[in-house]
């Protein structure tokens, strides 16, 4: 049976459900296979008709024994979690008209219309299919830059194994995706606003890595995250790799480039898995906006914090990219304790300058790119111009980075990433068209205006003062429980 350790070598090995239910590993590193399976040309070939859910089935039985899901239960977790995405084929591809050979794939058909949909359904429902059967109850908190929440918040509500936490930085994420949160009824979902967050959501990260720090709180809460962080996540998302890689090849076995806007890496971190796993990438474009915490480190080998710029694809305003040390465990050799080095080193002195080699090693196959938000509003713009589709800002910023590299890509298919729907960015798409007098019909969405009419609850609190009231509201609601 498949095992999963951590990142940082000083924890058991455990079983996937521990490893799920968890999320983070004893020693507070994250969970990885003990090994990465291979998939054979042969096997791609056998998967090139399958439908999503299905190709999900066949990936995620790589990693799962049937002694702790069985074929049949897997299958329908698959199939109640994609029941309520918005469109027949669940991730379609979109092949541009003024660009040969470049696709993109729109992750944002979801319940609450972002990528973060694709793996935050199952990963919740796989909480719930455990709870249930171990008769437990648990507290899932997380921080969300904008996305994250929203996704957690839906997916978990109304199920009684579960209460939800979304912590999110206010004034940092746009009010379409704070109601998102906020409007949610079911009692067991709490949207946390917090005011003051200098780093945005890496302050919320602090409160929430000192709150599983805390051994007695988090045993007596049954606390876990489905961040990124979780193992499940970034299982799922090497999925829509292999589906995007299938369906826009002539045959398997040719290469294709991918461009992601990317902020903690946990989205790009699945698909380096995926290559690591036998699919034959290319080159994969990691695109950040100017907060450029991974173009850093692929450019100059520098791991480092700068101050917060807000940008236009706020999502991805991230500052510590914590998925970078799962592709970091991989690709230089599954050594948990060069990780802690690594670790240590960048907590203690805030970088981390890699060496020429480890520099080598992790841009193999990468190419990145730090978009400016004049550069991601113009590509908006011309893109509609050019054929009436209306992309995102966070899908803006990859296009907009493939365009800047395309002297250093070959003739080589290319797949984009669209991350978010752009209605939950109605300020933004203002922006690109104030002076055209009507705004595309794509800039509205019938769930996000149904959202307006919506009663609000949420929990307000301050930088300064965060702790004791997300400690204290964890505590009364977590009362019901012990009674
Ligand atoms: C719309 C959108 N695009 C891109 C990202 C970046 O994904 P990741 O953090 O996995 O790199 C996020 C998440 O933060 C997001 O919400």
Redesign the pocket.
Known sequence: MLKFISTTGGAAPVDFETAILNGFASDGGLYVPEYLPKITTAQLQSWQQLSYPELAFEILSLFMDKSVISAVDLKQLLHQSFATFGHADILPLYPLKSKQDIYIMELFHGPTL???DVAMGFLVNLFDYFLKRKGKHMHIILAT????GPAAAFASAGKATIDTWTLYPAGMITPEQERQMTTISSQNVHAVRIEDCPDGGDDIDVLIAELFADEAFKEKLNLSSVN?INWGRVMMQTVHYFYAYLHVVDAVGEPVNFAV????????CAGTLAREMGLPVEKFICANNKNACLHRIFTQGLMSKAPMISCTSS??D?LI?Y?FWRYLYFSTGQDGTKIKQFIHDFQTTGKLQFDQETHAILTKGILSDSIADAQTLDTIKQLYAQEKYLI?P?GAVALAAVQNMKTQLSGTKLVSMA??HPAKFPDIIKRVFETENRLPEAAFHAAIEAEKLKEERVLSCNHSNMREVVREAMEQVHIKYLS
């Open positions: 972002s990528f973060k830059t904008g996305d994250t990124s806007p990317s902020g903690a890496f946990g989205n790009l999502a991805i991230i990219p998925n995102d966070h991350t978010a």
